[in-house]
């Protein structure tokens, strides 16, 4: 067969892409494990999908191509039930089949029929899912190329033939009623070897004693000049229930038994030789026939092994590997459709190789938010804008304004969007990112050593070493936990360090001096800007909208003092 494995439904044939793995840590600043969560509780798969969503590529073309196929499977729930009963029937053969036991122990009859029963399950499993796939409503070029694919394995395969084969080769267990072995004995009538004469569906009826004795041997003229049996023989049982009259007779057999099968294809596979002493084999009548049948259709069985697995490789091993990728789309589709039903508003993101404008989102809003809403009409969508101008916003406003909120729904935009799904905004046109970093803060168990302000100040610096100008970069109160002053002229220079690097950063603080000096660390960069970003208030009240502006005031101390419940009305309030 010359049908390539390598497809894959999360990147084009042929596409050499490099992707870049998000640390646990950035999943949990951007609210992506809570989300994974909620997509599905199954553990596997949501390991599965969080695996898939932190390994991020800059290339263009795998997010539009994630896109396409989960459009596709967003809009077709039909497609999506079908597949996930195929797949949960594909797991099923897998841990219960018997295409892939291949020891001569298990090479019998019985094995010979569940591998053709096996084989024929595989098949028509691999008829419904191409059928699936040639639903005309699919647009998207990896399932196309899916159908194409399975299409190949059918034909090359040839499974049509195969299929008309295994109708006329197949029969149950439960139609064998009866087996007829042929004995051959020497001068004093003992048996010296014994054989396999035919497999029947029909078992033999007794006939009387007296009458089958004297048809049998009594006459010389019924005395048979050939072994060839035509099909008017006698049946009687040796004792009526109990079988050790057979045993005693067997128990003349010695040494070499030699079994002779009709059934061998070629001259090569006309005889085996099995050495079996009495002993073993006259312990019980039954387990001695079946070790016979089976011995006589081993080489016959083995012969097919090789022919039903490869076929079965085809039909499932090479789709089975597909499983776990189309499983994220159908959760990750599942769990979209679902907030959009509840009134949320997605979109299919629009990935450009290059472009001034960096990124522009209209009307977004954190997915975490949305879930955890009950009303989600309460949700206030915002805009923003990265582009040479403003590469790096500085973001202030009140205390529990929304800050922490925008930046983790920036964030979650590149990655849903890169991992092919919908996103949750109006409309969303970006140059993927290559990596995304965050540095929210630490707990308190993982400052011992440095200090809060020094551990800070080393994972700033190994993020930004690690930083390209198609990064994204998300910090959260950084250098806030020393005093102001010493805090500002760190995130001062930190600030100006970025725009150098330019790459795309939002840097949520309540350092109001910072924002207010956007314009002159603007002036001192070589060709990006900072820009100043509020969380608007209106008539003192939060509205949840950002807006280009400058700080409100500096409010810096009035949002720690409201944060820590030490303002005047708080203290005396008890609030």
């Known amino acids: 067969m010359n049908i390539s494995t390598q497809f894959s439904l999360m990147q084009p044939a042929g596409a050499d892409t490099e992707y870049r793995s998000l640390p646990d840590h950035v999943m949990h600043d951007l609210g992506l494990d809570v989300i994974c969560r909620e997509i599905s509780d199954d553990i596997k798969e949501r390991r599965m999908i969080a695996d898939v969503l932190s390994k991020i590529s800059p290339d263009p073309s795998v997010a539009a191509y994630r896109q396409q196929i989960f459009g596709d499977i967003l809009r077709l729930p039909g497609l999506r039930k079908t597949m996930m009963e195929l797949f949960d029937k594909i797991q099923f053969m897998r841990d219960f089949g018997s295409m892939h036991k291949t020891t001569d122990e298990e090479m019998g009859l019985w094995h010979l029929f569940h591998r053709l029963d096996d084989l024929d399950s595989y098949i028509r499993t691999v008829e419904t899912m191409r059928e699936c796939l040639s639903d005309e409503r699919i647009k998207s070029e990896g399932l196309i190329s899916l159908r194409k694919y399975?299409?190949?394995?059918?034909?090359?395969?040839?499974?049509?033939?195969?299929?008309?084969?295994?109708?006329?080769?197949?029969?149950?267990?439960?139609?064998?009623?009866?087996?007829?072995?042929g004995i051959n004995v020497n001068e004093r009538f003992e048996a010296v070897s014994i054989?396999?004469?035919?497999?029947?569906?029909?078992?033999?009826?007794?006939?009387?004693?007296v009458s089958n004795f004297a048809d049998a041997i009594a006459s010389k003229d019924k005395l048979s000049d050939t072994s060839d049996w035509d099909e008017d023989m006698h049946y009687q049982l040796i004792e009526k229930e109990d079988k050790s009259g057979f045993i005693r007779a067997m128990k003349k057999v010695e040494g070499v038994l030699t079994e002779v099968s009709p059934l061998a294809a070629d001259s090569?596979?006309?005889?085996?030789?099995v050495g079996v002493t009495s002993g073993d084999a006259m312990t019980n009548s039954t387990i001695y026939m079946e070790s016979v049948i089976n011995k006589m259709l081993g080489t016959l069985v083995k012969r097919l092994r090789d022919t039903l697995t490869k076929y079965a490789n085809v039909a499932?091993?090479?789709?089975?590997?597909?499983?776990?990728?189309?499983?994220?789309?159908?959760?990750?589709?599942?769990?979209?459709?679902?907030?959009?039903?509840?009134?949320?508003?997605?979109?299919?993101?629009?990935?450009?190789?290059?472009?001034?404008?960096?990124?522009?989102?209209?009307?977004?809003y954190n997915v975490k938010l949305a879930v955890t809403t009950e009303n989600v009409s309460e949700i206030v969508p915002n805009d923003l804008s990265f582009d040479r101008k403003?590469?790096?916003?500085?973001?202030?406003?009140?205390?529990?304004?929304?800050?922490?909120?925008?930046?983790?729904?920036?964030?979650?935009?590149?990655?849903?969007?890169?991992?092919?799904?919908?996103?949750?905004?109006?409309?969303?046109?970006?140059?993927?990112?290559?990596?995304?970093?965050?540095h929210f803060p630490a707990d308190e168990d993982k400052?011992?050593?440095?200090?809060?302000?020094?551990?800070?100040?080393?994972?700033?610096?190994?993020?930004?070493?690690?930083?390209?100008?198609?990064?994204?970069?998300?910090?959260?109160?950084?250098?806030?936990?020393?005093?102001?002053?010493?805090?500002?002229?760190?995130?001062?220079?930190?600030?100006?360090?970025?725009?150098?690097?330019?790459?795309r950063t939002i840097y949520n603080?309540?350092?109001?001096?910072?924002?207010?000096?956007?314009?002159?660390?603007?002036?001192?960069?070589?060709?990006?800007?900072?820009?100043?970003?509020?969380?608007?208030?209106?008539?003192?009240?939060?509205?949840?909208?950002?807006?280009?502006?400058?700080?409100?005031?500096?409010?810096?101390?009035?949002?720690?003092?409201?944060?820590?419940?030490?303002?005047?009305d708080m203290l005396i309030s008890g609030t």
């Not at 054989?195 to 004693?209: D, R, Y």
């Not at 090569?268 to 030789?273: E, I, K, L, P």
Request: hydrophobic share 35%; proline share 2%.
């Open 268 to 273: 090569r596979t006309g005889s085996t030789v």
């Open 150 to 181: 399975i299409t190949e394995l059918y034909e090359d395969a040839c499974f049509a033939g195969m299929k008309k084969d295994i109708a006329e080769l197949k029969m149950k267990a439960s139609d064998v009623k009866s087996v007829t072995l």
């Open 195 to 209: 054989g396999l004469v035919s497999i029947n569906k029909k078992p033999f009826k007794k006939s009387g004693i």
């Open 447 to 503: 400052t011992t050593d440095l200090g809060r302000l020094g551990e800070e100040c080393v994972r700033f610096r190994e993020m930004f070493s690690k930083a390209t100008d198609r990064s994204l970069l998300l910090l959260n109160e950084t250098f806030s936990t020393t005093s102001f002053e010493e805090g500002y002229y760190i995130a001062k220079d930190s600030v100006k360090a970025l725009l150098t690097k330019g790459a």
């Open 390 to 438: 403003h590469t790096v916003y500085i973001l202030t406003g009140a205390n529990r304004g929304g800050k922490t909120t925008i930046t983790q729904a920036a964030g979650q935009l590149f990655i849903l969007a890169q991992g092919g799904l919908h996103v949750p905004a109006q409309s969303f046109r970006y140059i993927p990112c290559d990596c995304i970093f965050t």
């Open 316 to 364: 499932i091993m090479n789709i089975s590997g597909l499983i776990p990728e189309f499983v994220y789309y159908i959760r990750c589709a599942e769990f979209i459709g679902g907030l959009m039903e509840k009134g949320c508003v997605f979109s299919e993101a629009q990935p450009v190789a290059e472009s001034e404008t960096s990124m522009e989102a209209k009307g977004f």
């Open 509 to 568: 603080t309540h350092m109001h001096k910072l924002g207010e000096d956007a314009e002159e660390l603007t002036r001192d960069s070589s060709g990006t800007g900072a820009a100043s970003l509020i969380m608007r208030t209106d008539e003192g009240k939060r509205s949840f909208k950002v807006a280009l502006a400058k700080p409100e005031g500096s409010s810096y101390a009035r949002d720690i003092a409201e944060k820590y419940g030490v303002t005047y």
